[in-house]
Nanobody
Framework: VQLQASGGGLVQAGGSLRLSCSVS????????IGWIRQAPGKEREGVSCSSRRGGSTYYADSVKGRFTISRDNARNTVYLEMNSLKTEDTAVYYCAADRSLHQIVVGTPEYRGQGTQVTVSS
């Protein structure tokens, strides 16, 4: 199982970024998939995730209305569109997968890819 995240970078507050996660080794529709993040000195937290067939979607309160998760099962790719970025969104973002949506929500997924750094400057 491999989760390959990309799309991070440096952006000014108010700007946008789009993260992508390419998945291999399993079919996307067999797993809940999403994103977790870890900021310096903070616990890992679930940002957004989607259930196996996309019927349920979770967003952390801090990102609701600003971030949008989407998935392309045919391409085994998941996206996180991040708008109106704030300095507090600065963190390493990880693509995550688990058979349980809850495990991604609480930041402890079975599978986690390498992170991509998102830095939001003021």
């Amino acid at each position: 199982v491999q989760l390959q995240a990309s799309g991070g970078g440096l952006v000014q507050a108010g700007g946008s970024l789009r993260l992508s996660c390419s998945v291999s080794g399993f079919s996307l529709d067999a797993y809940a998939i999403g994103w977790i993040r870890q900021a310096p000195g903070k616990e890992r937290e679930g940002v957004s995730c989607s259930s196996r067939r996309g019927g349920s979607t979770y967003y952390a309160d801090s990102v609701k209305g600003r971030f949008t998760i989407s998935r392309d099962n045919a391409r085994n790719t998941v996206y996180l569109e991040m708008n109106s970025l704030k300095t507090e969104d600065t963190a390493v973002y990880y693509c995550a997968a688990d058979r349980s949506l809850h495990q991604i929500v609480v930041g402890t997924p079975e599978y986690r890819g390498q992170g991509t750094q998102v830095t939001v400057s003021s």
